[in-house]
Each structure stands twice: as C-alpha cells, then as structure tokens.
C-alpha cells in the first residue's frame, strides 16, 4: 500500500501557485519522496524527488518538513497544462517499486 | 528531449491470446520496467528488469507474464493466455544507468482490451 496521503482534489487559478500537500508520516529515514503526474491517461511524468533537503527544478520546488513526515509540492506559476493527477510516492528503501496512490487531481481554471 | 516510446498504441485481442507489447526504452537507460493501469484505478507496478534478468516482480506478474529484452533496444512485455482482466494501460517505464533511486520515465502506454 502506498505510504502517502494526498487530499482528493484541488482547484488552482491560472499563473498563481498551486500548492500540494502530502503527509508521509511513516517514511524511514533512508526512504526519498517522489512526485509524479498524470495527465488524462497519459504516461505518468517525473516531476521532483527528495530526501530531507527542499527542491527545485524547472518544473516545480519540493518542500519537505523537517521531521521528514510531509512534504509539498510547489508548482509556481500554474497554467492550465498543469491540470493532471499529481502522486505523492514514498520510494522504499532498496525497491525498484513505484507505488502509486490515487494522488491529488488538480485542476487549474482559467 | 529522449522519450521512451511505446507499440502499439492500441491492442485488441481475444481472451486465450497472447499478446506483446513493445517498448523502447532511452537509448543509454539500463533500469526497465512495466506498469499497468485498469481503467479508473491505481497504476500498479508489475516487474523491473537489469541486467537481463528480472531484478523484481509484484504478484500480479505471475506465470502468465514474461518480460525479455530481445536486441539491446526493445523491451516486450508478453502474456501468454489473456484473461478479460488483463485488459488495462500497460506502461514502460526506464532509468538512467546510476540506477537506484533515479527517476523513472514513463511511456505513452499500451491500452490493451481483451474481449
């Protein structure tokens, strides 16, 4: 089962942040925090991953709390391509696995 | 930018067929992989493949399911005797050669419908 919770849905304006939370509080201390996307029934898309330090690429920022139980996902400038499911996975330590949730679908209006 | 890219796109089939799907990874990843997804559910993972062999599998990948990297290229997914509840979006996935705990690219994926 996967290890995250994501709330079920979340609506964002076009060009504000968008801002998904997710909470991992069984997470060990050597198990990353990876985000992915789906849109529609695509193929699911890499966004981000982390440890215990924040992130950022040119997609999004990873923030993770310090205590490693939740993390959020930062999408700075929302636009209505960025409407898809976004998944929260917990990677286990020493597993080629993926195990995805149901993830958050977000959707952004215009 | 590379992509990992996927054959067909659509498969139809009859129960008791079997059926490959074909993928090709990016050309210098070494860490491969199949998914799958049932209409309105999760995705779910089915195998992972180095090295020419199969690093790990879930239990829905059972004797009915093989996985064989014929070329140095491709990656196939075949089932031997498809049941109706293999129908799903079958998803290949690959990573960079450091392997471990890099980021997975996935497919468009297979849409396979068993009748």
């Known amino acids: 089962d996967a290890k995250t919770t994501q709330p079920p849905s979340m609506d964002c304006a076009e060009g504000r942040a968008a801002n998904l939370p997710c909470n991992h509080s069984t997470i060990s201390g050597n198990e990353y925090v990876y985000w992915y996307r789906q849109i529609h029934s695509q193929g699911p898309q890499y966004i981000i991953h982390g440890l215990k330090n924040n992130e950022t690429n040119e997609m999004a920022s990873l923030i993770i709390t310090e205590d490693r139980k939740s993390s959020t996902l930062i999408l700075p400038h929302a636009t209505l391509r960025d409407t898809a499911v976004y998944y929260c996975i917990v990677r286990v330590y020493n597993t080629d696995k993926l195990i995805f949730g149901t993830g958050t679908r977000l959707q952004v209006f215009p | 930018e590379p992509e990992v890219t996927q054959t067909p796109s659509h498969q139809v089939t009859q129960m008791g067929q079997e059926v490959i799907l074909r993928c090709v990874p990016i050309s210098n990843h070494l860490y491969f992989y199949w998914y799958r997804q049932i209409l309105g559910q999760k995705v779910e993972f089915l195998v992972s493949?180095?090295?020419?062999?199969?690093?790990?599998k879930s239990e829905i990948f059972d004797d009915q399911f093989s996985v064989e990297r014929p070329d140095g290229s491709n990656f196939t997914l075949k089932i031997r005797s498809t049941k109706l509840e293999d129908s799903a979006m079958y998803f290949c996935a690959s990573s960079p050669p450091t392997g471990g705990l890099n980021e997975q690219y996935f497919g468009p994926g297979t849409r396979l419908t068993v009748t």
């Open positions: 493949f180095y090295n020419n062999e199969i690093s790990e």
